[in-house]
């Protein structure tokens, strides 16, 4: 694997990986990030993560989910990110859900942890009913990702035990 390569896959697994996001607009950022990982390696989309932020107002779900016309074909258009139609669709619609949610919960975050827990399989048929493009691997990376299943990390991992302590929710009895 070359170094370039390495750096980047290192830093998301030690930083990123496992913990607990807080922030809706950025659970919002690794949902948009998971979904347009959807045949593609997770190397392309880290290496176009700052593209994404930059095409998407930095994740703002205000600002994506009042996106028009224009911003679909500005999208279509950008090099930075992923040009599939029906993904940019998913982000654009998936944040006037997340707005929607955040009436009703508070927060996003909110609304995960009234669903918790869940096993994978009831998380898959809850986020399909929500959420746009957004099937069982997609489901089961964002949960993973942001702490609400186990398997970012397996017990021998050195950061394993740092993700424990940020208290990821399957770790929450």
Not at 81 to 92: H, P, V
Request: net charge positive.
């Amino acid at each position: 694997m070359p170094d370039e390569k390495k750096a980047l896959h290192k830093n998301y697994h030690d930083n990123h990986y496992g913990f607990p996001i807080h922030d809706d607009n950025e659970l919002f950022g690794r949902l948009i990030l998971e979904i347009n990982q959807a045949g593609l390696s997770w190397e392309t989309i880290l290496k176009k993560e700052a593209g994404f932020r930059k095409a998407y107002h930095n994740f703002n779900l205000k600002k994506v989910a009042a996106y028009t016309e224009a911003d679909r074909e500005r999208l279509m258009q950008d090099p930075g990110i992923i040009r599939n139609r029906l993904k940019i669709n998913a982000a654009i619609e998936n944040a006037k859900t997340i707005l929607q949610l955040q009436k009703e919960y508070g927060s996003f975050e909110k609304w995960l942890e009234a669903n918790h827990p869940k096993t994978k399989e009831e998380w898959v048929k809850l986020f399909k009913k929500t959420f746009r493009f957004t099937g069982g691997e997609i489901v089961n990376e964002f949960l993973m990702s942001i702490g609400y299943l186990p398997g970012a990390h397996d017990s021998n991992c050195k950061v394993y035990k740092q993700v424990l302590k940020e208290k990821p929710m399957w770790n929450k009895k």
